[in-house]
């Protein structure tokens, strides 16, 4: 018992110091409760009904839809929205937010979690719902290792079999989870096609994972998503629980969606028009995910659709600022599928905008950007609303470099490496801009940016 006291005063004394210093470190407090007691998390998290979110794409804004539910619902909920997803990280949320005793004082959580540390999270965790999204690729140095992080999905799914797995039916990697691990299992999905089905696509999964004979499809979403078929061993995309039949209107504010679902708890098949107040075919899938789920663990579909009907972005996935009277929409973009989407978001708006686009190399983006060869770029630069295009970034040269070959002319696209200036630039625009970071420019813009709006630091929020 003494150690668990210590790692719990030890992580809070560590959080505290953290925050007095104006510092938003967020994974150190829960290495330092491991030292004291390694498991900490799962005496911290015992007893509590946790909903878990992994996958590539998507996990904060799902988080965040069932986060909102909860509290729209008055269910006191702990979730990680500060993006600390691996496990020092989550250890320091539960174990900062129990009691001196190591005893949890909230009874629900939404957590997003890495995909590679879900193997050691589920073990101690053992949520009673677990999403996963999506499996892409995520940089091109990772290429081929997205079978990889498939299979460390697995094992944390093996290490909690009463978790119930909510699972994308379109996704051909993500569903052939349910294969071989006891879960009981849930699908959610898309059925009809979107976009142009004629158009190339960039897939990260084009042979069976059973067999390897190639796909055949009868109708696509977008990337690698949609009604897959195996010819050869006859694999496929399941009927999915919860199902967006039908994407009635889509525009900057939001989506209508012809929604069916059959709650598991309640038994009963519903079938309604629903709003999920954020915009583009990607949303969609995460708000199926968060109905799914939501139900799932035994709630009232009512307050999951309360919330997807005035759901706030999350955190630097698609985040709105006021740059005074200058309104700055900031999309995150880590790979390609994820950077197309984005772009589809942009060009569908239909109204003249600034584009910025901000690249860097760190660690925690991936080292090689090659992968921006693969996302189609042409398409932004063949968008006539597209007035102007700024980019910045410590790779902002390559950046540059993609947009020359995608077809930009080249008056129409400025280097701007000091972030002060590119602030300044995007005012003088006088058009509504339309931000794609990767992930560390994505923090480095929004530091700069809240110091100019009024938006706050986001250990703060
Ligand atoms: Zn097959």
């Not at 073990?123 to 990889?148: A, C, S, W």
């Not at 052939?176 to 999964?205: I, T």
């Not at 309360?306 to 009277?325: H, K, N, P, V």
Request: proline share 4%; charged share 20%.
């Amino acid at each position: 018992m003494w150690r668990i006291i210590c790692a719990v005063a030890a992580c809070k004394a560590a959080r505290l110091l953290l925050r007095i210093g104006g510092r938003g470190g967020t994974a150190l407090p829960g290495k330092v409760a491991m030292k004291f007691a390694a498991s900490i998390l799962a005496v911290t998290s015992a007893g509590m009904e946790i909903i878990a979110v992994t996958g590539t794409n998507g996990k904060t804004t799902t988080a965040r839809m069932l986060e909102q539910a909860f509290s729209h619902a008055g269910k006191a909920c702990l979730s990680n929205k500060t993006g600390a997803n691996l496990l020092s990280g989550i250890t320091a949320e539960f174990t900062a937010n129990a009691d001196f005793f190591g005893k949890p004082r909230v009874r629900y959580a939404v957590i997003e979690c890495d995909e590679g540390a879900l193997k050691q999270v589920m073990p101690l965790l053992r949520p009673k719902v677990l999403i996963v999204t999506n499996l892409f690729r995520d940089q091109l140095d990772r290429y081929g290792e997205v079978m990889h992080t498939l299979d460390a999905v697995r094992l944390g799914v093996k290490a909690s079999p009463e978790t119930i797995l909510c699972l994308n039916a379109d996704c051909s990697l993500t569903a052939s989870l349910a294969m071989d691990v006891p879960n009981p299992v849930l699908y959610y999905g898309v059925n009809e096609p979107q976009g142009d089905q004629g158009e190339v696509r960039l897939s990260d999964a084009t042979h069976c994972i059973r067999c390897g004979a190639p796909y055949e499809y009868t109708y696509h979403t977008y990337a690698h998503l949609g009604g897959f078929v195996c010819p050869s061993c006859g694999y496929r995309r399941m009927q999915p629980h919860t199902a967006a039949e039908k994407i009635l209107r889509t525009d900057v504010t939001g989506t209508d969606v012809t929604l069916k679902t059959r709650p598991p708890v309640s038994g009963e098949e519903m079938r309604r028009d629903i709003h999920v107040a954020l915009p583009a075919l990607y949303n969609v899938y995460n708000a199926l995910a968060a109905v799914t789920a939501y139900t799932a663990a035994g709630h009232p579909a009512e307050e999951i659709l309360a919330a997807l009907r005035d759901i706030s972005s999350s955190f630097g996935r698609m985040e709105t600022f006021d740059l005074q009277g200058t309104p700055v929409q900031m999309i995150l973009v880590k790979n390609p599928a994820g950077c197309n989407q984005a772009i589809e978001y942009v060009t569908g708006t239909e109204r003249d905008y600034c584009a910025v686009i901000l690249l860097n190399d760190r660690t925690a983006d991936g080292h090689d950007i090659s992968w921006i060869w693969d996302a189609e770029y042409e398409k932004l630069c063949a968008d006539p609303h597209a007035r102007w295009i700024l980019v910045s970034g410590e790779r902002a040269e390559d950046m540059r470099v993609r947009l020359k070959y995608a077809g930009a002319a080249k008056e129409r696209v400025t280097l701007e490496k000091d972030l002060a200036k590119l602030i300044t630039r995007m005012k003088e625009s006088g058009l509504p801009v339309m931000v794609l970071p990767n992930y560390t420019s994505m923090l480095a813009l929004r530091s700069a940016l809240v110091k100019v709006t009024d938006k706050k630091e986001f250990w703060n929020m």
